[in-house]
């Protein structure tokens, strides 16, 4: 299960996926993350958003998320191009935002996984 800590309304700026990370945009905006370098605030729950719709983004807590490839547990987690989890690695010399930490392992793409959310950014 996930453990909702805080959670907070913004307005999403394209379609959100189920279990995605979002990025912050604006003061009251968030949309679907695409890269390692945006700034992260949170996670989507299990609900599709549609553009434009109001969305509560989870920002603290424990949060399950779509797994983009094989995570193993304790990696740092940031966004791929779809705003699914995988394990930041940051070359030399090169940041990462990530989004938390994973509590459990992913075998494959598609997995659901536990993340406990600690936004910040790593640097290889």
């Known amino acids: 299960m ?3 800590i805080l959670a907070k309304a913004f307005n999403a700026s394209g379609a959100i996926s189920p279990y995605r990370i979002v990025r912050i945009t604006s003061a009251d905006n968030v949309e679907q993350a695409a890269a390692v370098s945006h ?5 989507n729950s299990d609900l599709t958003i549609a553009s434009g719709e109001r969305v509560e983004i989870m920002t ?3 949060a399950w998320v779509e797994a ?6 304790g990696s740092p987690v940031t966004s791929d ?3 699914r989890g995988v394990a930041a690695a940051p070359a030399a010399g090169t940041n ?3 989004i938390g ?4 392992a992913a075998v494959a793409a598609g997995d659901q996984i536990r993340v406990l959310l600690s936004p910040g950014q790593i640097q290889g």
């Open 2 to 4: 996930s453990n909702l």
């Open 39 to 43: 700034t992260l605030i949170g996670v």
């Open 60 to 62: 603290h807590g424990i």
């Open 68 to 73: 983009g490839a094989a995570i193993a547990v």
């Open 81 to 83: 191009a779809s705003g």
């Open 96 to 98: 990462n935002r990530i």
């Open 101 to 104: 930490f994973a509590l459990e």
